[in-house]
T-cell receptor
Framework: ETGVTQTPRHLVMGMTNKKSLKCEQHLGHNAMYWYKQSAKKPLELMFVYNFKEQTENNSVPSRFSPECPNSSHLFLHLHTLQPEDSALYLC????????????FGSGTRLTVV | SQQGEEDPQALSIQEGENATMNCSYKTSINNLQWYRQNSGRGLVHLILIRSNEREKHSGRLRVTLDTSKKSSSLLITASRAADTASYFCATDAFGGGGADGLTFGKGTHLIIQP
């Protein structure tokens, strides 16, 4: 375990479902991130939260909705997804300066059917 | 646009040999980082080199940074089967606060043959 825990590890959902991905860290980090990793593409930064405030939203479709209730928890709410949204979703956290690198969770493998 | 781009895309070497991977990027940076990913898992931070540093070592890892060429290299010495993984470079863009999100390349898939 890296100190960043993601649940569930695997998720299969239909296009009409609503589900949520959860990320939790107890490393004392103040910044948390959602990344999407698709086959043969670089990791895509989706959302950034710094001290619980969203500071980055990289043109992500509204069917992805993040929530950061506190510095230790991050959620990604999913609704009416498309098959092309199938990917590995990775959560990461870091110190607010970014020094020391990012700590990643093991990811949630999402399949949209 | 993609910031980091690793070269080669895939590399297969014999155990005990050295592995070298390269990364090029496009914009000014605060620092450059290297990460390893085992199949289907999360990324593990390996090493960070600041823009004012030229070389850094950590165990069997050696990283160089040439800001004039906007390039970096990762050398793994005396490779082991357990080093088989994908390796990514990531850049922290200049001017950001450090927690604005890293930009990753597509990675180099390294295979160590026993």
């Amino acid at each position: 375990e890296t100190g960043v825990t993601q649940t569930p590890r695997h998720l299969v959902m239909g296009m009409t479902n609503k589900k949520s991905l959860k990320c939790e860290q107890h490393l004392g980090h103040n910044a948390m991130y959602w990344y999407k990793q698709s086959a043969k593409k670089p990791l895509e930064l989706m959302f950034v939260y710094n001290f619980k405030e969203q500071t980055e939203n990289n043109s992500v479709p509204s069917r992805f909705s993040p929530e950061c209730p506190n510095s230790s928890h991050l959620f990604l709410h999913l609704h009416t997804l498309q098959p092309e949204d199938s990917a590995l979703y990775l959560c990461a956290s870091s110190h607010e300066t970014g020094m020391g690198g990012y700590t990643f969770g093991s990811g949630t493998r999402l399949t949209v059917v | 646009s993609q910031q980091g781009e690793e070269d080669p895309q895939a590399l297969s070497i014999q155990e005990g040999e050295n592995a070298t991977m390269n990364c090029s990027y496009k914009t000014s940076i605060n620092n450059l980082q290297w990460y390893r990913q085992n199949s289907g898992r999360g990324l593990v931070h390996l090493i960070l080199i600041r823009s004012n540093e030229r070389e850094k070592h950590s165990g069997r890892l050696r990283v160089t940074l040439d800001t004039s060429k906007k390039s970096s290299s990762l050398l793994i010495t005396a490779s082991r089967a357990a080093d088989t993984a994908s390796y990514f470079c990531a850049t922290d863009a200049f001017g950001g606060g450090g927690a604005d999100g890293l930009t990753f390349g597509k990675g180099t898939h390294l295979i160590i043959q026993p």
